[in-house]
C-alpha cells in the first residue's frame, strides 16, 4: 500500500510542476539571448550535445568560437551532428568523443582520451539526461537516473575540475552549467535509499536525480569559492522543451501532450539559450551559485539550500564513485 502510494504521490508532484511550468510558459515569452561575446580560443565539452537542446548549446558555442566537445554515447549521431555544425560554420571547430554517463569506467576513460589532447578546458556543461525510464541499473547497479543524471556527471565534472582551474583565471573564470529541471521542486532524497530499492518511482527518481544535482552544484561551488579557485557554477532549468525526453511518458500523458506541446512548450533553441547565456554571458563573469529560469536568477527548492544535506551527498557520492579526495 506504501508502495503504491508513494507512486502515485511521485506522480502528482511531478505533473503539478509540469502544469505550473506550462501557465508560465503561456504567459511570458521565452528568455532572449543577447549579443555575446566571442569565445575564440576557449575549449567546451557538452554532455548529450547532439540532439534537442545539447545541439543547439553545441552549435551556437561553435558559432562563438568555441572549441567543442559532443559528448555522448551513440557515435553515429555524434558524428552527424558534428558534420551539421561544420557545413553550417564552416570554420568552427567542433568534434565528438564517446562518453557513456551510465559507466564509471567510460567516464574515466573519456577523461583521459580528453587529457591526452593537452587542450584547456574553460566550459562543461552537463546536458545530457534521461527521464521517466522504467527501473533500470546501470552498468555499475546504480539506479538509472541517479546513475546516469547524477553520479556520471558528478565523476565528470570532478574528474575534470583540475584542468577547469587550471584553465581560468581571475576575471576569466572557467564555467560549470548544469542541467536541472523544475520537477526538483517535488524531488526528495533519502540517503539511506538514493537507489529508490525500497520503494521505486521513476517520476520520484527523476526528480531526485534533479534536486541532487542542484545539491552538488551549490556545495562544489562553494568548495571552489573556499580555495579562490576560477571556477564558476551555475544551475539552468530550462522549462518545458519539446524533445525526446518526454517519449517516456505514460500513454494518457503522451496524448495530452500532444495537442499542448506545439503550443506551450519551448523549441530546443529556446530552452537552450539560459545554458548558452550561463556559458558565455559576460555579465555573470565571476558568478556562481546561482539557479536561472527563462535567463532570471530564480529560488530553488528550499531542501536544495540545506548545507547539511549537500556535504553528506557529497561525501556519499564520492564513496559511491570511487572518489577519495573530498
Not at 113 to 130: E, F, M, T, W
Amino acid at each position: 500500500m506504501w508502495r503504491f502510494l508513494h507512486i502515485i504521490l511521485g506522480f502528482i508532484r511531478l505533473y503539478l510542476d509540469g502544469v505550473k511550468v506550462l501557465i508560465y510558459q503561456l504567459f511570458n515569452e521565452s528568455f532572449r539571448l543577447p549579443d555575446l561575446p566571442k569565445q575564440n580560443g576557449k575549449v567546451a565539452i557538452v554532455t548529450g550535445g547532439a540532439r534537442g537542446m545539447g545541439y543547439e548549446i553545441s552549435r551556437h558555442l561553435v558559432s562563438l568560437g568555441m572549441h567543442v566537445f559532443i559528448a555522448g554515447n551513440e557515435e553515429e549521431e555524434g558524428l552527424s551532428a558534428v558534420k551539421k555544425i561544420q557545413e553550417e560554420f564552416s570554420q568552427g571547430k567542433v568534434e565528438f568523443m564517446y562518453l557513456d554517463l551510465a559507466s564509471l569506467t567510460s567516464v574515466r576513460k573519456f577523461v583521459q582520451r580528453y587529457k591526452a589532447k593537452s587542450l584547456p578546458l574553460h566550459v562543461v556543461i552537463n546536458n545530457a539526461g534521461i527521464m521517466l525510464v522504467s527501473e533500470r541499473r546501470t552498468e555499475d547497479g546504480f539506479e538509472l537516473h541517479f546513475g546516469l543524471n547524477y553520479l556520471g556527471h558528478f565523476l565528470l565534472t570532478n574528474l575534470l575540475l583540475d584542468l577547469l582551474k587550471k584553465s581560468g583565471k581571475p576575471g576569466k573564470c572557467s564555467r560549470i552549467v548544469i542541467m536541472s529541471s523544475s520537477t526538483h521542486y517535488g524531488g526528495r532524497l533519502s540517503l539511506e535509499d538514493l537507489q529508490g530499492r525500497k520503494c521505486y518511482s521513476a517520476h520520484g527518481a527523476y526528480a531526485q536525480s534533479k534536486l541532487a544535482l542542484l545539491l552538488f552544484s551549490y556545495h562544489l561551488q562553494d568548495k571552489l569559492w573556499s580555495k579562490a579557485d576560477p571556477v564558476t557554477v551555475n544551475t539552468v532549468d530550462p522549462g518545458m522543451v519539446d524533445t525526446a525526453l518526454y517519449d517516456n511518458l505514460c500513454g494518457p500523458a503522451q496524448l495530452a501532450k500532444r495537442p499542448f506541446a506545439k503550443l506551450l512548450f519551448r523549441t530546443p533553441a529556446e530552452g537552450a539559450s539560459t545554458a548558452i547565456y550561463a556559458a558565455a554571458a559576460s555579465e555573470l563573469e565571476g558568478i556562481g551559485r546561482l539557479y536561472l529560469y527563462n535567463g532570471r536568477k530564480t529560488e530553488s527548492s528550499a531542501i536544495s539550500y540545506d548545507e547539511q544535506l549537500q556535504a553528506r551527498l557529497w561525501k556519499e557520492s564520492c564513496a559511491l564513485v570511487g572518489l577519495h579526495k573530498t
